[in-house]
T-cell receptor
Framework: DQQVKQNSPSLSVQEGRISILNCDYTNSMFDYFLWYKKYPAEGPTFLISISSIKDKNEDGRFTVFLNKSAKHLSLHIVPSQPGDSAVYFCAASAYGGSQGNLIFGKGTKLSVKP | KAGVTQTPRYLIKTRGQQVTLSCSPISGHRSVSWYQQTPGQGLQFLFEYFSETQRNKGNFPGRFSGRQFSNSRSEMNVSTLELGDSALYLC????????????FGPGTRLTVT
């Protein structure tokens, strides 16, 4: 049973446009969510996070939205750049992010075309 | 500040053998978590060690074990290797565990033949 789901394995976007990556979760105990970016042959790199007490968090070109009632979060990248092409993982924690046992989705491969 | 290092980077083993992977966390970090990445299952949590104690454990068989030393370095061991254990094994370290403070190493690519 997959507790964190990223239903789109891949996404292709034109440079300068918005990229929207989606993530759904099933466990109501999750209270902290994170997005990671991963390039081939490298470990994941933290992008942005959000606590369940918020519904939006912004950091530069990256914004994460959380809809608790729908158990859904999304990552918006505006504007998208070719360097954003990578695999994006959504992750969740039931401990307010205070412990190192993150539950990850399977990832979405984003391709940003020039 | 040096990042998380993992050794070896690549490893080829035969079914039935055992393997030990090593992770050196960022200096000062006390939490080390291990994850398995496979194409079909994505990133799956194996276990977390904090101050030499296993604090959390994922849903993996007992063939997967780990430990943490007093200098926070961690090792994971897989005994009786199976073909399905072929994966990228990632470790991540943080000061207290989890959240945006969790920094990942580059991983060890294990191939079981």
């Amino acid at each position: 049973d997959q507790q964190v789901k990223q239903n789109s394995p891949s996404l292709s976007v034109q440079e300068g446009r918005i990229s929207i990556l989606n993530c759904d979760y099933t466990n109501s105990m999750f209270d902290y969510f994170l997005w990671y970016k991963k390039y081939p042959a490298e470990g994941p790199t933290f992008l942005i996070s959000i606590s369940s007490i918020k519904d939006k968090n912004e950091d530069g070109r990256f914004t994460v939205f959380l809809n608790k009632s729908a158990k859904h979060l999304s990552l918006h990248i505006v504007p998208s750049q070719p360097g954003d092409s990578a695999v994006y993982f959504c992750a969740a924690s039931a401990y307010g992010g205070s412990q190192g046992n993150l539950i990850f989705g399977k990832g979405t491969k984003l391709s940003v075309k020039p | 500040k040096a990042g998380v290092t993992q050794t070896p980077r690549y490893l080829i083993k035969t079914r039935g053998q055992q393997v030990t992977l090593s992770c050196s966390p960022i200096s000062g970090h006390r939490s080390v978590s291990w994850y398995q990445q496979t194409p079909g299952q994505g990133l799956q949590f194996l276990f977390e060690y904090f101050s030499e104690t296993q604090r959390n454990k994922g849903n993996f068989p007992g063939r997967f074990s780990g430990r943490q030393f007093s200098n926070s370095r961690s090792e994971m061991n897989v005994s009786t290797l199976e073909l399905g254990d072929s994966a990228l094994y990632l470790c991540a370290s943080s000061f207290s565990g989890g959240g945006p403070e969790q920094y990942f190493g580059p991983g060890t690519r294990l191939t079981v033949t």
